[in-house]
């Protein structure tokens, strides 16, 4: 490794639905995070790492700060706030806005006092009629934070992300390369096959559903027939729950099924069975037991 190769930490945080799952994606080139156009979409710490041949980029993508009404709801916003901590920079991510958000105003003002640069980043600049309406956000928010640097970025149109990317990595100390080149996240493969289920539940459902829904899978490698064997079930809190997602004669729980099995076996590149189970848990997003089962406690998140 040359002697000037940099590495670092950098934190994403924002409000919910600001792009920064696609973001994280779109920068590591692997899919990471789950997307969906629900709020709350993330709910853990998820780490993408970009590997490149003179640096290395630990981003946390992190659940979206929200006012939480329920246990878990309150460990995703400290797990939001706690990946700001020990890290090299933080990119605050926001939209193009007329007014400051009361929201985002808050997260801000967690900030204070941090002695590294903070990036003030607005994506999905292409939804503006006229770029420069994006002066307005950009003139509001400067007042709120000594930012290190402001970046209009649109992740879907591939805008302004490479002079971002190229100005952290200028901040970026001198540092060993602290994953493997061939390593994209710190998740096991159960997790993220867990996640592949719950953003196939999201695309497919509405309403309460996406918000009461929390997937548990057991993996299995049979050597013989060179696959995975998959039994993965689908928590949610009321009966009513369950019948959606099952869905008539369990239409939906098909396509549920359908769609991940094609994203999971692209993501372990072998075979796999998958068998889908639904069951009850009542109010789990509040019991402190459930919560640690399903991964949400206070250390995994």
């Known amino acids: 490794m040359q002697n000037n190769f940099k590495s670092g930490f950098i934190a994403i945080i924002g409000r919910p639905n600001v792009g920064k799952s696609t973001f994280i994606n779109h920068v590591v080139g692997k899919k990471v995070a789950i997307m969906s156009d629900k709020p709350q979409t993330t709910r853990n710490k998820i780490l993408g790492v970009l590997t490149k041949e003179d640096y290395q980029i630990a ?10 009404k329920t246990l878990l709801g309150e460990r995703m916003v400290n797990a939001s706030y706690s990946a700001t901590k020990d ?18 105003e808050i997260i801000l003002s967690n900030l204070k006092n941090k002695h590294i640069p903070v990036y003030l980043v607005i994506n999905k600049v292409d939804q503006l009629k006229k770029f420069n309406d994006i002066d307005l956000t950009i003139a509001i928010y400067k ?3 000594p930012f290190a640097g402001v970046y209009p970025i649109s992740v ?9 990317l190229n100005d952290i990595i200028k901040t970026l100390p001198v540092g060993p390369k602290y994953y493997p080149d061939d390593m994209y996240s710190d998740h096991s493969n159960s997790f993220l096959v867990s996640e592949i289920i719950r953003e196939k539940i999201l695309y497919l459902t509405k309403e309460e559903i996406p918000h009461s829904i929390a997937v548990v899978s057991d993996m299995k490698y049979d050597e013989e027939l060179d696959e995975y064997e998959i039994l993965s079930t689908i928590y949610v809190e009321r009966d009513s729950q369950k019948r959606i997602i099952i869905g008539h004669n369990g239409d939906l729980i098909k396509k549920v099924k359908d769609l991940s099995k094609r994203e999971i076996k692209k993501l372990l590149d072998k075979k796999i069975t998958l068998e889908l189970w639904v069951k009850v848990k009542k109010d789990w997003k509040d019991k402190p037991l459930d919560l640690s089962i399903f991964g949400y406690s206070k250390d995994e998140m």
């Open 59 to 68: 981003f946390t993508d992190t659940p979206g700060i929200h006012k939480a």
């Open 87 to 104: 890290v090299d920079g933080i990119i605050f991510m926001t939209t193009p806005l007329k007014s400051v958000l009361k929201g985002d």
């Open 143 to 145: 007042d709120l934070y």
């Open 156 to 164: 879907k149109e591939n805008k302004n992300v490479d002079v971002l």
